[in-house]
């Protein structure tokens, strides 16, 4: 909630258009915006909680909208991605309820743009979906997309638009939460970047087996993914960890922060058939 990303200009100092509110429901956070057109206004980012109600999430949401002067009603439209299904009803209701708006809800059928080389497309989490669509429509090249967040996930996208698959891994915060819980003697500590590899306390020595073994297992991950490939790729790193471990990586050439977001501002255009192919 402290996250608020303010427009350039302040809504009473202009014309306000329609304006299309986003939502990715990840299992430790929510993920929302608001586009004014093409532009991201204003975006948040939230704790996931299953516990609370569509009551709770609009005043919630209404609240945020208000913070950062955008009248809610000038919302044309919604969309949501989730890889909570416990969520994905509560947050449709509380936009039906408090915002008047019928989202869209991202699945493995919906427009994205790309051909889904998978046995079963119903196994790709949509968020996935949402940020292969983004790289693909951005870059149109050969490309592995790195998500951290709960879950560390890696998709390959090819040059002709193919989603070819990838790999899930335990994301950083819940591998540091489990040697936290079953190491008695080990304290949570902060994940930031030790001063050296060679720790010379406890602190220090787990910051650095988290943070610089993760980057090498992404590095290895997408070393090995290249090589299935047969040729290198343009490697994107999203998601909330990615401003922390994308620098340790040799791999990693581009950071996008708001990768996902911009996703489901491209797929409700897509729905609305005002992207081009």
């Known amino acids: 909630m402290n996250q608020i990303a303010r427009w350039p200009n302040h809504p009473a100092n202009r014309t306000i258009g329609s304006m299309l509110l986003v939502v990715d429901i990840g299992n430790t956070n929510i ?6 057109d093409r532009t991201l206004a204003a975006h948040w980012r939230l704790a996931t909680d299953v516990k609370k109600t569509s009551d709770e999430y609009g005043i919630l949401f209404a609240n945020l909208l208000t913070a950062a002067g955008i009248p809610s009603q000038r919302l044309s ?11 994905t009803g509560t947050i449709e209701d509380m936009l039906d309820q ?5 989202p869209l809800v991202v699945t493995s059928d ?10 079963n497309p119903k196994e790709i989490g949509s968020d996935r979906l949402v940020n292969a669509a983004a790289a693909y429509h951005k870059y149109r090249r050969d490309l592995i997309v790195v998500d951290f967040g709960t879950a560390t996930t890696f998709c390959a996208i090819s040059a002709e638009g193919h989603y070819l698959g990838g790999v899930i891994a335990p994301g950083l915060g819940i591998s540091a ?27 220090s020595s787990i ?10 297992l992404v590095d290895t991950v997408v070393r090995r993914m290249e090589q299935e490939l047969g040729r290198s790729a343009y490697v994107i790193g999203t998601g909330g ?4 471990l994308a620098a340790e990586t040799t791999s990693i050439q581009k950071i996008e922060p708001l990768l996902t977001l911009e996703g489901l501002e491209l797929l409700y255009r897509r729905a609305q058939g005002t992207v081009k192919r």
Request: charged share 15%; glycine share 10%; aromatic share 10%.
């Open 31 to 36: 993920v929302t915006g608001v586009y004014d």
């Open 77 to 87: 439209g919604a969309i949501i991605s989730s890889v909570v299904p416990a969520l």
């Open 98 to 102: 408090y915002f008047h708006q019928h």
């Open 110 to 119: 919906s427009d994205t743009g790309l051909t889904l080389r998978y046995p």
């Open 177 to 203: 939460e489990a040697l936290f819980a079953r190491a008695a003697k080990l304290a949570k500590v902060e994940l930031i970047r030790p001063k050296a590899v060679i720790g010379t306390d406890t602190a």
């Open 207 to 216: 910051q650095a087996g988290l943070l610089f073994g993760y980057a090498g």
């Open 241 to 244: 960890l990615s401003s922390i």
